[in-house]
């Protein structure tokens, strides 16, 4: 019997079907239909079976997909923290750049507001100068007078002609002849006068000079400005593209998330489909244990008279046979407890199988239902705690409280209840003087001739 594969809820609701179709079937229609439904839910049953077998390679693949899509994902979730990491750099760029940005911003409308006031200032000045220069003018025209009245008053010829041919101030107060005759208090005025002008002309030299200082370095500032917004718009521009890189990686993700998802549920529905034959292969034990703890000999005990017990048990397939599986486990390393025999000459499907040695039938179903994968099965003890069993029988030609002989036919090898293949799945059981019951390899008491 194949226990390793696993069973689907499609099987177990078959099952459910098959006894409902049973009741409905005994109930309604005669035996002779009722047997042909048997055969063919049998066949059913079969084809259910190939299902269960594949459940388990489904799962172990869903697996794979599982560890390579987790995989991807840790993968994925590796490119992400790189791009955060690059965001985060580059915002701390960018944090960095703002500042430096907004100290030129501050910088260049301190020397706009600079350049402002020294505007200011200079008007004044220029406004200065201008009220000194007509105060001058005023002056030189009170004192013009002045000499003029001088004049008329019995100065000397040469002094007019002088003061009528000079061309200007300068020249005329150069003339030392005329200087004599202007009063202390009017040279002091003038002399006020063109000083205030001197110094207010340098004043504004400074300032121009100051100006210019200030609108050069505002240009310094402005081109400093410039190339720092381009390199912010740089920062930003590479921002984004990591922040497209980011949200592509996210799809990726998310993408990885949701088959993550859908396996995990496949994974789920198959690991509950094995849990469920998990509990199915315990109920067949507990059923055999009980059969063989209840009604089958102890180690120790004479087997009984009539079982003709000779103490070598015989292969139980007759002709030429061939083993498909061994104890105690199927070659990928599940348990196995029995050997699995099938015909070489023939085929096996309806070739008949015996008993090993002469004794009791101490279970036998032959009802064709599932029961439990071992599908039509029997057990027989020998006495001395020796007990043979026998599954997936086509059909049992005994009943429970049989007695048997050595080699006696007793039913015909197929593939009920849960199998990859019609074959015998042949076991040996053996009580001991303690009640407990173990499954032993059945080449230690049967070989192939
Ligand atoms: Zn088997």
Redesign the pocket.
Known sequence: ???KTDKSIKKRLACIAVALICVFTSMAIPPASAEKTVEELNNEIAKIEQDIQENQEKLDEVEDDIRTNEDKLNDLNNQIDKINDQIDLLDESIDILNGDINSIQNNIEVTANDIDEINLRREEILLQIAETESLMAETEEMLLARIRENYMSGGTGSTLELLLSSEDMATFFARKELLTRVSEEDTRLITGLSEDINELNSLNAELEAKKTELEEKEESLNTQMSTLTEKQDDLESSKQIQQGKKNDVTDKQNEVKYILEDLDKDSDAYKAAIKRKEKEREALEAQIEAAIKQEGSIAGDEPDEEYNNDGKMMWPVPGSTRLT?TYPSYSDGSP?W???IVRTDVTTKGSPFRAAQGGEVILALNDGNWNYGFGNYCIIDHGDGKHTLY??AQTLYVSKGDIVQKGEEIGRIGDTGN?TGP?L??EVRIKNSNGDVSRVNPLNYVSKP
């Open positions: 019997m194949s226990l599986a196995h029995g050997i699995d599954a997936h199998t074959h799945h042949f």
